[in-house]
Each structure stands twice: as structure tokens, then as C-alpha cells.
């Protein structure tokens, strides 16, 4: 089953904004959209945001997510030490019946 | 809260059997689609199999289909996963999983099980 596209890393500057790319189709992200996940090394997964884009309780509003056909994307504003994580993008595809992941991106705040 | 635990993880040859269980807490149960993920050794995450509330639906990734099995007991607020004919590739941590009831995203997972498929 083929996943998500996301770029392996992204570097940003400690209070820059970053943002974060997940390619896939109509049948996956085009379709419902794209939840996103936060990762610390040794840690499990952390939702960050629903595939309606809003963000679950307790998520900073320094995350925002939203889509633009087949992409979905996550902004985070004011850079800080913590959000160096790595971040991966799940959709459900209707037509492969199955989730989906994106490879992940490595945050890196410099 | 929401609380997930899984168990059963451990060293397995190939070719062998597992089962490993999730318990759940905090929430209704019965009320959600649950799943397991997993992630092998500095690799990206994984889903592997999701069941309906009821149990009336499973889904697998291609490559444990026939293999491995979810399952789950409301009663208990116990799920399971059984995996047959392990392979080396198979060697992950395995996570369990629930699926919010509203936008089906998976929103809580547990810390994870290892599984070592290994001669």
C-alpha cells in the first residue's frame, strides 16, 4: 500500500514558523483529510490535530492545520525546543480500505 | 483519562505465534473503532489492523493479511491482536490504539509493546 508524502526533514530557526507538508489523493487526504502526530524519541504518537483540522484539548494554538486538495499541511508558529519531534500525517484511503502514514518529517528548531 | 496497555510482546523465532492484548480505561469502550500500529526499529510509523465498535469490520495492511487477527471482548474492555507465522520484518514496537467516535481519527495510543522476531 503506497503512503503519504512528507518531506524527511525540515530545519527552522528557535521562534520561526514552520510548515509541514503530507501529499497523497482524492482517496486519502483529498478525501477526508489528514490527522496529524507528534513523536518524541521513545515516546508513542500524540495527536495533534484531527483530520477536521481543529486541534484536540491541550494542544497549543501555536498548531494550525489545514488542506488544499491533495495536501494537507501543519503550521507551527514561535518555534520552541520541544517541538523538535518528529511529525507524521495518517489518512484513511477509501479506496485501499486501509490508514495510511506518511513517511514522517524531522523537526529540527535550531 | 484515557489509559491503553498492551502486553504479550516478547522474542518470538520466525514462524511463530504471538498474541498480544490491550487493555482500555477511562472511556467507553464499546463506543470506539480501536487499532494497532507499530514501528520497526528507526523506521516510520505503521498501521497494521482496525475493528469496528462491534467487531462486524476488520481491516489489515497487505502484509498481515492471513497472518494476523484483531480481535476484541467489550466485556472486558480487552483487544487483542494474534499474530501467526511471524516474520524478521514483523519485529516492531506495537502500539494500540483508539479511533475518536466523531471524526475517526486515531486520538490515544498506549506505550507500546515490543515484539522480536528472531532466531
Known amino acids: 500500500q503506497a503512503g503519504l508524502t512528507q518531506p524527511p526533514s525540515v530545519s527552522k530557526g528557535l521562534r520561526q514558523t514552520a510548515t509541514l507538508t503530507c501529499t497523497g489523493n482524492s482517496n486519502n487526504v483529498g478525501h477526508q483529510g489528514a490527522a496529524w502526530l507528534q513523536q518524541h524519541q521513545g515516546h508513542p504518537p500524540k495527536l495533534l490535530s484531527y483530520?477536521?483540522?481543529n486541534r484536540p484539548s491541550g494542544i497549543s494554538e501555536r498548531l494550525s492545520a489545514s488542506r488544499s486538495g491533495n495536501t494537507a499541511s501543519l503550521t507551527i508558529t514561535g518555534l520552541q525546543p520541544e517541538d523538535e519531534a518528529d511529525y507524521y500525517c495518517?489518512?484513511?484511503?477509501?479506496?485501499?480500505?486501509?490508514?495510511?502514514f506518511g513517511g514522517g518529517t524531522r523537526l529540527t528548531v535550531l | 483519562e484515557v489509559q491503553l496497555v498492551e502486553s504479550g510482546g516478547g522474542l518470538v523465532q520466525p514462524g511463530g505465534s504471538l498474541r498480544l492484548s490491550c487493555a482500555a480505561s477511562g472511556f467507553t469502550f464499546s463506543t470506539n473503532w480501536m487499532r494497532w500500529d507499530r514501528q520497526a526499529p528507526g523506521k516510520g510509523l505503521e498501521w497494521v489492523a482496525n475493528i469496528k465498535q462491534d467487531g462486524s469490520e476488520k481491516y489489515y495492511v497487505d502484509s498481515v493479511k492471513g497472518r494476523f487477527t484483531i480481535s476484541r471482548d467489550n466485556a472486558k474492555n480487552l483487544m487483542y491482536l494474534q499474530m501467526n507465522s511471524l516474520r524478521v520484518e514483523d519485529t516492531a514496537v506495537y502500539y494500540c490504539?483508539?479511533?475518536?467516535?466523531?471524526?475517526?481519527?486515531?486520538?490515544?495510543w498506549g506505550q507500546g509493546t515490543l515484539v522480536t522476531v528472531s532466531s
Open positions: 495518517s489518512a484513511w484511503d477509501s479506496s485501499l480500505s486501509a490508514w495510511l
Open positions: 490504539g483508539r479511533e475518536d467516535y466523531y471524526d475517526g481519527s486515531p486520538d490515544y
Open positions: 483530520r477536521n483540522n
